[in-house]
């Protein structure tokens, strides 16, 4: 790519179009008005979602580096720059098209010096090339108003007037016009004629990190595999800090002589950039990894970059003077899934409803301090529990209206908590049962009352038992149940603990 | 007198031990005043090892936390409070009713292929523990031996954390480093827990009636 040279008043502003060091977030829309300019609007006729126009615009970076997506399917290129490079407009417009059919798309394109007017005769569909700008408004007067994509009330009153083209719109006195249908669309005929200038934001490729490094020599121990990682772990780093970006995903490659390649994918909670302690979380990972045979190469791809947001550190050590625990609780997550996977660690989260195995899930850890509520000590959960006798829970009807999120604040006697279990068996367990008396290692000695939970209806996940507290003989208190349809049989659901 | 109020004065540093006293260190109420009185400093520890020796799981050891898991969770600064490899899955909805905030739990299973290799339970309990990112750590760990607890005890000083170990009971006989060791068993309406060892506080059997009042 050759430098590309801007000309402002009697200054000369160099600027290299290499450096795609800006984030998609930092605006690079500043164009001086006056340079000339050359747009090949693309009009996508047939689209398959979005990362194929993602796909035709990283491609269409090969000849000008200002792509700017039009959405939902347009895409504009400014070439002027780089016409002489492709033989002039037949080439250019040659081998974009030559792009678009690689890439799969079926589109239609226009050239015109200005954006919006090589848009507009890119979704009218004729062929419309027009380099000079003084041509511009005439070869625009013919064209229909309908791919300015104006609201249809605004077309609609148009036509009432008799005004059905480009040229007939430009004809209109200005003042009338933006009386009449507002100055937002008279600036948009002003951009369309280069009477104003149309900035445009830059694509920006959603660029990944991905190194390879052959090895010298094939290697077994996780130690030295882990040292061959180090380059492309400090070339991480330093791609992460020009991009201000931390990484939540991080694959890494291990290739064999002959097995297929070994592969490791680091998952963090939180975007990161510290190289010390992505190496730190992939030695972890290398440790626990099987490997087939020697490493003859190691390859290092990441996700997406992250924008990442610094936070101040505290002063005090976590737990010293009732310090929060501030950026630890992640990286300690992050360090036991290292090890341990993925599903190993997780929160819990209640649920709205009566039975047991739904009143729960795992959630994913809450990991960021957040202030707790004081109110909710002692809040209840939503399970009800009989006090006197057998009660159906399940005739108050309907799923609970507690929301996980927002857990219910309303009390209830603190009795109440005691009559559910701290530990739920993953799954019911059926007891051994002599003339309809459950056992379980002994006789069973029951205890308090019964709470009969009959609900879930609507779902098919429908249950109809009844709740005992019993004691066994060793004093362990046992949360079982019996089935309320035949054939009543008995399970151990719980341990009070 | 000028020395006296001086040296009085030099003994209150928490760094220094004397024979008889505790050492003064930071102590969160038990909820249970009968256990308050014979625990070193009147309640459970903010920081180091405790290990609970039970008869079997579920006869009262959780409950007996339950006050001391409440007050950790719900404070303003609350760090987290995780459970490493529990024997059953820890029933959310009970444990919100008792005042526990359900986001600070967190729960570490150990995979089985992990169990394998020794000391995948242990490892965590020991990363939790040096992390300073949690308040409590609770660990159900079979076997682990003295070397390890003793690691484990100054993890847990080393990230002001609380670690509990519950073992089974047929380790009260063997000798660990944990600055409080207690049997914890079944009688008529709560527990009986037996202090094994107490770090300056009083040994002995001590009776808790865990079911609430008027029941």
């Given at each position: 790519?050759?430098?590309r040279?801007?000309?402002?008043?009697?200054?000369?502003?160099?600027?290299?179009?290499?450096?795609?060091?800006?984030?998609?977030?930092?605006?690079?829309?500043?164009?001086?008005?006056?340079?000339?300019?050359?747009?090949?609007?693309?009009?996508?006729?047939?689209?398959?979602g979005?990362?194929?126009?993602?796909?035709?615009?990283?491609?269409?970076?090969r000849?000008?580096p200002?792509?700017?997506?039009?959405?939902?399917?347009?895409?504009?290129?400014?070439?002027?720059?780089?016409?002489?490079?492709?033989?002039?407009?037949?080439?250019?417009?040659?081998?974009f098209?030559?792009?678009?059919?690689?890439?799969?798309?079926?589109?239609?394109?226009?050239?015109?010096?200005?954006?919006?007017?090589?848009?507009?005769?890119?979704?009218?569909?004729?062929?419309?090339?027009?380099?000079?700008?003084?041509?511009?408004?005439?070869?625009?007067?013919?064209?229909?108003?309908?791919?300015?994509?104006?609201?249809?009330?605004?077309?609609?009153?148009?036509?009432?007037?008799?005004?059905?083209?480009?040229?007939?719109?430009?004809?209109?006195?200005?003042?009338?016009?933006?009386?009449?249908?507002?100055?937002?669309?008279?600036?948009?005929?002003?951009?369309?004629?280069?009477?104003?200038?149309?900035?445009?934001?830059?694509?920006?490729?959603?660029?990944?990190?991905r190194?390879?490094?052959?090895?010298?020599?094939?290697?077994?121990?996780?130690?030295?595999?882990?040292?061959?990682?180090?380059?492309?772990?400090?070339?991480?780093?330093?791609?992460?800090?020009?991009?201000?970006?931390?990484?939540?995903?991080?694959?890494?490659?291990?290739?064999?002589?002959?097995?297929?390649?070994?592969?490791?994918?680091?998952?963090?909670?939180?975007?990161?950039?510290?190289?010390?302690?992505?190496?730190?979380?992939?030695?972890?990972?290398?440790?626990?990894l099987?490997?087939?045979?020697?490493?003859?190469?190691?390859?290092?791809?990441?996700?997406?970059?992250?924008?990442?947001?610094?936070?101040?550190?505290?002063?005090?050590?976590p737990?010293?003077?009732?310090?929060?625990?501030?950026?630890?609780?992640?990286?300690?997550?992050?360090?036991?899934?290292?090890?341990?996977?993925?599903?190993?660690?997780?929160?819990?989260?209640?649920?709205?409803?009566?039975?047991?195995?739904?009143?729960?899930a795992?959630?994913?850890?809450?990991t960021?301090?957040?202030?707790?509520?004081?109110?909710?000590?002692?809040a209840?959960?939503?399970?009800?529990?009989?006090?006197?006798?057998?009660?159906?829970?399940?005739?108050?009807?309907?799923?609970?209206?507690?929301?996980?999120?927002?857990?219910?604040?309303?009390?209830?006697?603190?009795?109440?908590?005691?009559?559910?279990?701290?530990?739920?068996l993953?799954?019911?367990?059926?007891?051994?049962?002599?003339?309809?008396?459950?056992?379980?290692?002994?006789?069973?000695?029951?205890?308090?009352?019964?709470?009969?939970?009959?609900?879930?209806?609507?779902?098919?996940?429908?249950?109809?038992?009844?709740?005992?507290?019993v004691?066994?003989?060793?004093g362990?208190?046992?949360?079982?149940?019996?089935e309320?349809?035949?054939?009543?049989?008995?399970?151990?659901?719980?341990?009070?603990? | 007198?000028?020395?006296?109020?001086?040296?009085?004065?030099?003994?209150?540093?928490?760094?220094?031990?004397?024979?008889?006293?505790?050492?003064?260190?930071?102590?969160?109420?038990?909820?249970?005043?009968?256990?308050?009185?014979?625990?070193?400093?009147?309640?459970?520890?903010?920081?180091?090892?405790?290990?609970?020796?039970?008869?079997?799981?579920?006869?009262?050891?959780?409950?007996?936390?339950?006050?001391?898991?409440?007050?950790?969770?719900?404070?303003?600064?609350?760090?987290?409070?995780?459970?490493?490899?529990?024997?059953?899955?820890?029933?959310?909805?009970?444990?919100?009713?008792?005042?526990?905030?359900?986001?600070?739990?967190?729960?570490?299973?150990?995979?089985?292929?992990?169990?394998?290799?020794?000391?995948?339970?242990?490892?965590?309990?020991?990363?939790?523990?040096?992390?300073?990112?949690?308040?409590?750590v609770?660990?159900?760990a079979?076997?682990p031996?003295?070397?390890?607890?003793?690691?484990?005890?100054?993890?847990?000083?080393?990230?002001?954390?609380?670690?509990?170990?519950?073992?089974?009971?047929?380790?009260?006989?063997?000798?660990?480093?944990?600055?409080?060791?207690?049997?914890?068993?079944?009688?008529?309406?709560?527990?009986?827990?037996?202090?094994?060892?107490?770090?300056?506080?009083?040994r002995?059997?001590?009776?808790?009636?865990?079911?609430?009042?008027?029941?």
């Amino acid at each position: 790519m050759r430098p590309r040279i801007l000309r402002k008043s009697n200054a000369r502003v160099v600027s290299l179009p290499t450096a795609r060091t800006s984030l998609r977030s930092v605006d690079t829309q500043w164009e001086p008005a006056e340079s000339p300019q050359l747009w090949v609007g693309t009009h996508i006729l047939s689209l398959k979602g979005a990362a194929t126009l993602e796909k035709l615009a990283t491609r269409a970076q090969r000849f000008t580096p200002r792509v700017s997506l039009v959405a939902p399917d347009g895409l504009l290129l400014e070439v002027k720059g780089s016409l002489h490079l492709f033989e002039g407009v037949d080439g250019l417009l040659r081998a974009f098209s030559q792009d678009c059919e690689a890439v799969g798309i079926e589109s239609t394109v226009a050239l015109a010096p200005t954006p919006l007017a090589a848009m507009v005769a890119a979704r009218v569909g004729r062929p419309f090339v027009v380099t000079n700008k003084a041509q511009l408004v005439g070869r625009l007067t013919a064209l229909p108003l309908g791919p300015l994509r104006w609201p249809d009330d605004v077309v609609a009153r148009l036509a009432r007037m008799g005004v059905r083209t480009i040229g007939q719109a430009l004809r209109l006195p200005r003042a009338g016009f933006a009386r009449r249908f507002g100055p937002a669309h008279l600036r948009e005929l002003d951009r369309l004629t280069g009477r104003s200038a149309d900035l445009r934001h830059h694509f920006q490729p959603r660029e990944r990190f991905r190194r390879r490094r052959e090895l010298t020599y094939e290697m077994e121990d996780k130690a030295t595999i882990l040292a061959a990682f180090a380059p492309l772990l400090a070339d991480l780093g330093k791609f992460l800090e020009l991009r201000q970006c931390g990484i939540t995903e991080l694959e890494c490659r291990l290739r064999h002589r002959h097995a297929s390649p070994s592969m490791c994918v680091l998952r963090l909670a939180a975007p990161v950039a510290d190289v010390a302690r992505i190496t730190e979380l992939l030695g972890e990972r290398l440790n626990a990894l099987v490997l087939p045979e020697p490493v003859r190469s190691c390859e290092l791809r990441s996700g997406l970059p992250v924008l990442r947001v610094l936070s101040c550190d505290s002063l005090w050590q976590p737990g010293e003077y009732g310090s929060s625990s501030g950026p630890e609780s992640p990286q300690l997550v992050e360090r036991l899934r290292a090890r341990l996977g993925h599903e190993a660690v997780y929160g819990l989260q209640m649920l709205p409803g009566h039975r047991p195995e739904r009143a729960w899930a795992m959630c994913e850890p809450v990991t960021a301090t957040r202030p707790v509520d004081s109110r909710r000590a002692g809040a209840s959960g939503p399970t009800v529990s009989g006090s006197a006798g057998a009660r159906g829970v399940g005739g108050r009807g309907g799923p609970n209206t507690v929301a996980p999120g927002a857990r219910s604040l309303e009390l209830v006697p603190p009795w109440a908590a005691f009559r559910q279990p701290l530990w739920l068996l993953p799954a019911p367990q059926q007891l051994e049962e002599i003339e309809g008396v459950p056992r379980r290692r002994g006789t069973l000695r029951f205890f308090g009352d019964v709470e009969r939970i009959e609900t879930g209806w609507w779902d098919g996940g429908e249950i109809g038992r009844d709740y005992y507290t019993v004691f066994d003989i060793y004093g362990v208190q046992l949360w079982i149940f019996r089935e309320r349809a035949d054939p009543h049989r008995w399970f151990l659901h719980g341990v009070f603990g | 007198m000028a020395v006296n109020s001086e040296l009085a004065r030099l003994l209150e540093h928490p760094a220094i031990w004397r024979g008889t006293s505790v050492a003064r260190a930071e102590v969160l109420p038990s909820g249970f005043a009968a256990l308050d009185e014979r625990l070193p400093g009147g309640g459970w520890p903010r920081s180091g090892l405790i290990e609970i020796l039970v008869s079997r799981l579920g006869v009262g050891e959780l409950t007996l936390l339950l006050p001391l898991l409440a007050a950790l969770t719900s404070g303003p600064q609350a760090r987290s409070c995780v459970w490493v490899a529990p024997p059953f899955e820890p029933f959310a909805p009970a444990l919100a009713a008792h005042g526990v905030a359900l986001e600070r739990v967190l729960v570490v299973r150990v995979p089985a292929a992990q169990k394998r290799l020794r000391g995948g339970a242990l490892w965590a309990f020991e990363q939790a523990l040096g992390s300073g990112a949690c308040d409590l750590v609770m660990a159900w760990a079979k076997r682990p031996r003295g070397k390890e607890v003793r690691r484990l005890q100054l993890s847990a000083e080393r990230g002001r954390t609380l670690g509990v170990l519950f073992r089974p009971s047929q380790a009260a006989g063997e000798s660990s480093h944990a600055a409080l060791r207690m049997t914890v068993e079944p009688s008529a309406y709560g527990v009986r827990v037996n202090l094994l060892k107490s770090k300056g506080g009083v040994r002995g059997c001590v009776e808790i009636n865990l079911l609430p009042a008027g029941n």
